[in-house]
């Protein structure tokens, strides 16, 4: 900018000076010629009068030695010249001015002399005795005046340029300078020339408009964030090169960043977890993924879709998901159909065995009826399995029959110690119910299977001779406690954490003692379903107590 | 401000080299946890990661060697350029040793497949040198690199101790001399994989610092 500014002044400054050297040559030159033609005049006028009074022509040249005295006869012949011998001159009857002189009396002509830039100017009088007298002096052509100028010339072209020079770089500094230090913040605070304003109530109004847009965004990113924050699902939004654009919280918990430092970093700068890798690669490619994968020691589902813009991907939206609970699920529940088919079978073969066998009529006729009694007691053992896990699904579901009401604990316990009297007299074992009535609101049918499942494992886990004790106390307050104890075999400490899973025994060799393997499961659902909770506490050859706590009644 | 040309094609050079950072690693990882237990399936997935480790050092060089021409960079930028040709062709290593590895897992001794010796420690210890050279590239992280560099000690006197164990199997059991040299192999391989994570984390300290270790 500043050299077409420079370059518009330095023009102006030039053509002044040409215009100016021009014109005012035209003048001078007019000028110095009228002069110069004037003075010839006089001179001619001069030097005629002389002559005709009988002056000598020499002396009368040598008076005006300035100017060039010619005389010529009235045949051309040259009689004199002031500068020239007038022997070696030739007929001058040729010359524009003599023949004008001879013929009309007076005579002028001007011929550019053999001196570059310079001319002369000739004028001619005819005298009275019929000879001719001319009298010239030179002067400076325009080419000749123009000569003696231009090194004038070029000096004021060379100041003006750099006068101009100067001056442009002067009015540019003070042209920019304000632009330079402008507050854009506010434009209209600025206290500049006034050309500037038209530019400044844009610059306001586009500000306006921009402020406009970003607090609008900003609005909108943050109720994003705030809609996204409640999910427990990791939300991250990806651009086209796969940098974030946006985390939740879940996300930035699981990515181990906060959306400040996350955004706009590549993605797999924050994680190089391959699967999570490949679903941004995937849905950058334009195709959904989905991926499992382990972050953290949890199971995670990572789902990425694209977005698209027309046919274009612009970036990709993926949620990560935790399945752990999900898949923990899915795998107790593959586990417990495979135990309960394997539960199911064992029985199912043994009668099948004996069916056979009874059917082939190789069993003599006293050992039917033993094959019977068999084919009964495992009959009698599957429908008890059956019984337990339709009770145990029931639990599973928290359908408690529709029968709560105060229970006595104490009265549970006296009955159970009544049903199973004959199998602990078969073994040798004492039963004893101590403590209050221990009333509890629930249902009664679960809290009888509850304390006659504890007490079933206490009599058959026990040696002879032991005893089972059904212990029974009541807190102040309404908290209520069970306790069953027994001398028995106890349970090893690495067994004691999967008790209360389904289908596990301590003691695989003793399965024949016709549990499911599902008591102590349905003690704990059963107890959970009345909000109580049960603890273990065993030693090995010593015996083993359940602790099942019903919390107070609000 | 507008990011130039260079700046867009810097950031996606440096993208393009986690990518193949996450496939390496991710690849030496697999290799690793199919050793032990032994995981036929697992070794094979492996496999098949080495060509997409292959396709993406091609990619990559073909992008630096276009960013070298087309943009003449500099200082810093001409550093990380370098430093990201020569980190490929580790990294591209550290791809075709874990296929290695896999392999030979396809063919280990079925039976003696749970006698590894220090095989798992030994990988175990190559794998953090891995993700602590691509962690140093990603984070510029300066002290990484250097932890990266001083593991290798760690590795290489594995190796060692692995291989006296070898020779103790062999002299209690001549018949596993297969399995041992198999097992040789594979602690090999891990401990030029060791070498290669070495060699990034130098690379990436050149990156940062400018100077190259001799």
Known sequence: MRNRIWRAMALTALLSVLAFGVLSMGVLYRFFAA????????????????????????????????????????????????????SDMGNHLDRPEIRDALETGSGASVRRSDTLGEQTIYRA???????????????????????????????????????????????????????????????????????????????????????????????????????????????????????????????????????????????????????????????????????????????????????????????AVMLIHDVTDRFLAEKARREFTANVSHELKTPLTAILGYAEIMQNGVAAEDMLREFAARIHEEATRLIGLVEDILKLSRLDENRLPNDRRPVSLRELG???????????????????????????????????????????NAVKYNRPGGRAVVRLSEFPGGARELVVEDTGIGISPEDQEHVFERFFRADRSRSDEG??????????????????????????????RVTVRFPAKD | MMRSRLDEQLDRLNAE??????????????SARSLSPRDIPRAKTVLALDRDVDQKERDIEGLCLKLLLQQQPVAKDLRFISAALKMITDMERIGDQAADIAEVVTMLDAERAVEMTLIPEMAGETVKMVRGAIDAFVLRDLTLAKWVIDMDDVVDALFVREKNALIELLRRDRNAAAHALDLLMIAKYLERIGDHAANIAEWVAFAITGTHKE
């Open chain 1, 35 to 86: 002069r110069t033609a004037a003075a010839l005049d006089s001179d001619l006028g001069i030097i005629s009068a002389a002559l005709e009074g009988g002056a000598g022509v020499e002396a009368l040249a040598r008076a005006n030695a300035d100017a060039r005295v010619t005389l010529v006869l009235a045949d051309g012949t040259v009689l004199f010249d002031s500068r020239e011998r007038a």
């Open chain 1, 414 to 456: 006296v009955q159970a110690a009544a049903r199973l009297k004959p199998e602990a007299d078969r073994r040798g074992v004492s039963i004893a119910v101590e403590g209050g009535d221990c009333p509890v609101v629930g249902s009664q049918s679960v809290l009888s299977e509850l304390v006659g499942n504890l007490l079933d």
């Open chain 1, 515 to 544: 549990g499911t393997g599902l008591g102590l499961s349905i003690v704990k659902h059963a107890a959970l379903a009345h909000g109580a909770s049960v603890r273990l506490e065993s030693e090995p050859g010593v015996g083993t």
């Open chain 2, 17 to 30: 080299l986690i990518d193949m950072g996450t496939l390496v690693e991710h690849a030496i990882e697999e």
């Open chain 1, 125 to 315: 009088r005819r005298l009275r005795d019929g000879s001719v007298l001319r009298v010239s002096g030179t002067q400076k052509s325009v080419l000749g005046l123009l000569l003696q100028i231009l090194p004038l010339f070029l000096f004021l072209i060379v100041v003006t340029g750099s006068l101009s020079a100067l001056l442009s770089r002067r009015t540019t500094a003070r042209i920019v300078k304000p632009l330079n230090e402008l507050n854009l913040e506010s434009p209209l605070d600025n206290d500049v020339y006034e050309e500037l304003s038209p530019l400044l109530t844009r610059m306001h109004v586009q500000n306006a408009r921009i402020q406009g847009y970003i607090s609008e965004q900003t609005a909108q990113r943050r109720e994003f964030a705030e809609i996204t924050r409640g999910m427990a699902e990791a939300l991250v939004l990806l651009n086209a090169r796969g940098e974030v654009l946006f985390v939740n919280r879940a996300a930035e918990e699981l990515l181990g960043t906060s959306r400040e430092q996350g955004e706009g970093r590549y993605l797999l700068a924050l994680t190089r977890n391959f699967q999570i890798a490949s679903a941004m690669e995937g849905a950058l490619a334009g195709a959904g993924t989905e991926k499992d994968t382990e972050i953290a020691g949890r199971r995670c589902r990572v789902a990425a879709n694209p977005v698209r813009a027309g046919d274009a991907v612009t970036g």
